[in-house]
């Protein structure tokens, strides 16, 4: 069965830094574009991070331009999140995406992992 699975999340002080990781099984990791979204109490999901499936492309929130970077290991079938400089306003449960490209037989396909807390505080 398709799986993904958060880890990496935790306590972190301001300024610190944090790494991600989702690791995927069940399905062709590499040929799914990836996306890091979060989830503050009272608030609604909002995307952080995406790449491609080849990794060469990337966009991030306005918010975290400059100090998170994503980036996959397609031959580990994980994504990263690299959180550099981090805020008390990070803090929420952050989530992994997995979707394909839109096929004639499937359409898309999307993939949710569980989440993992972060949470930035002095």
Known sequence: QVQLVESGGGLVQPRGSL??????????????????YRQAPGKERELVATITS?????????SVKGRFTISRDNAKNTVYLQM???????????????????????????????????????
Do not use: H, I
């Not at 990791?29 to 996306?35: D, P, R, V």
């Not at 080849?54 to 306005?62: K, L, P």
């Not at 990070?90 to 979707?99: E, P």
């Open 54 to 62: 080849a990794g060469g492309s990337t966009n991030y929130a306005d």
């Open 19 to 36: 790494r991600l990781s989702c690791t995927a099984s069940g399905f062709t990791f590499s040929t799914y574009a990836l996306t890091w």
């Open 84 to 122: 550099n400089s981090l805020k008390p306003e990070d803090t929420a449960v952050y989530y992994c995406n997995a979707r394909s490209a839109w096929n004639m037989f499937t359409g898309v396909m999307d993939y949710w992992g569980q989440g993992t807390q972060v949470t930035v505080s002095s």
